[in-house]
């Protein structure tokens, strides 16, 4: 009994991918991210103190309100906590954070988005309410702690000023104090805005530091004074 012959089979034919959906066009003159109307073109900044060097990113968009408001706070926060940090960026940073709030003011008057292709971006909590914000107090520390430690700084001494030697007299180490505290010691008697100036050693004691805010103070012990 002879076997049926089987039909020979050629390779298999390859199964049709399933057709992608189509993604939807943004419509122009909306929003880039979202694709929503109205929008508007906008230029948003972000800045970061390096100490030495600073960098800022500058980000360009057409953008509906709330994906504006969106790379607003961010931005905005990122600036807050990180602008403060070098000379440069210390004065810099009020700058930027001035010109996003200007593009802040700009993106509020702008209606809800509508007629978006996509979902627009969540703005997130309001920017006083983020923990960045608390840099804005940042600025007033560095000056505050600036101010304290000049304060007491020798260069901030004048003609009248007393000052307690912390240290002695081949190595000293001089403060201003308050002239009625148990500390002070001596009285500045003559101010020099030069450390290469020199007192007249015979009437006073002499303390001076050199470099471009060199100074010498000349100074007469308390209790030694002239009447």
Same mark, same amino acid.
């Given at each position: 009994?002879?076997?049926?012959?089987?039909?020979?089979?050629?390779?298999?034919?390859?199964?049709?991918?399933?057709?992608?959906?189509?993604?939807?066009?943004?419509?122009?003159?909306?929003?880039?991210?979202?694709?929503?109307?109205?929008?508007?073109?906008? $230029?948003?900044?972000?800045?970061?103190?390096?100490?030495?060097?600073?960098?800022?990113?500058?980000?360009?968009?057409?953008?509906?309100?709330?994906?504006?408001?969106?790379?607003?706070?961010?931005?905005?926060?990122?600036?807050?906590?990180?602008?403060?940090?070098?000379?440069?960026?210390?004065?810099?940073?009020?700058?930027?954070?001035?010109?996003?709030?200007?593009?802040?003011?700009?993106?509020?008057?702008?209606?809800?988005?509508?007629?978006?292709?996509?979902?627009?971006?969540?703005?997130?909590?309001?920017?006083?309410?983020?923990?960045?914000?608390?840099?804005?107090?940042?600025?007033?520390?560095?000056?505050?702690?600036?101010?304290?430690?000049?304060?007491?700084?020798?260069?901030?001494?004048?003609?009248?000023?007393?000052? =307690?030697?912390?240290?002695?007299?081949?190595?000293?180490?001089?403060?201003?104090?308050?002239?009625?505290?148990?500390?002070?010691?001596?009285?500045?008697?003559?101010? =020099?805005?030069?450390? =290469?100036? =020199?007192?007249?050693?015979?009437?006073?004691?002499?303390?001076?530091? $050199?470099?471009?805010?060199?100074?010498?103070?000349?100074?007469?012990?308390?209790?030694?004074?002239?009447?």
């Amino acid at each position: 009994m002879s076997t049926p012959l089987s039909k020979p089979t050629g390779p298999a034919e390859p199964t049709p991918a399933p057709a992608e959906s189509a993604v939807p066009e943004l419509p122009a003159g909306g929003c880039q991210v979202c694709g929503s109307l109205p929008a508007l073109r906008t $230029t948003l900044r972000s800045h970061q103190g390096l100490v030495v060097i600073m960098r800022t990113c500058k980000n360009r968009a057409t953008l509906c309100r709330d994906c504006g408001f969106a790379l607003y706070r961010e931005m905005t926060a990122r600036t807050l906590y990180q602008g403060w940090w070098g000379l440069a960026s210390f004065f810099y940073t009020p700058v930027v954070l001035v010109l996003n709030l200007v593009q802040r003011i700009r993106l509020g008057r702008l209606a809800p988005p509508a007629g978006g292709v996509r979902p627009s971006v969540n703005p997130g909590r309001p920017l006083l309410r983020r923990v960045e914000a608390l840099g804005v107090l940042l600025p007033f520390a560095i000056v505050g702690a600036f101010g304290y430690l000049y304060e007491g700084s020798p260069a901030s001494a004048e003609v009248g000023s007393c000052v =307690h030697n912390k240290g002695n007299e081949l190595f000293p180490d001089v403060v201003v104090v308050d002239c009625y505290s148990d500390e002070a010691d001596y009285r500045v008697a003559e101010r =020099h805005d030069s450390g =290469h100036d =020199h007192c007249d050693l015979t009437r006073y004691a002499e303390y001076s530091e $050199t470099g471009r805010s060199g100074f010498t103070l000349c100074l007469t012990p308390l209790g030694e004074e002239a009447p």
